[in-house]
């Protein structure tokens, strides 16, 4: 799994992180994905990398802009793994 971190400017409010939400699950194979106007950045768990050149375009096409992007291996941490290495 694959955690990518775009870094979102002009979103201002719920709406806003609704309609990016909306953009990326339309647009990607995804597991989840979840945007803050706080911390201006949506964050994808994905099984594949996320095309970032065509994200940065359907991003751009709804009124945002994609200043930067990250991607780091994702492992998810739940109940039954805790104590394990």
């Not at 964050?43 to 945002?64: R, T």
Request: with cysteine; hydrophobic share 35%; aromatic share 8%.
């Amino acid at each position: 799994m694959i955690k990518t971190t775009l870094k979102i400017d002009g979103m201002m409010c719920g709406m806003c992180e609704s309609h990016m939400n909306d953009v990326i699950r339309q647009n990607f194979k995804i597991k989840k994905v979840t945007s803050s106007a706080r911390d201006g950045e949506t964050v994808i768990i994905s099984e594949e990398p996320i095309d970032i050149p065509w994200a940065k375009k359907v991003i751009h096409e709804i009124g945002y802009e994609m200043t930067g992007s990250s991607n780091e291996p994702y492992e998810k941490k739940g109940l039954f793994r805790f104590g394990k290495k």
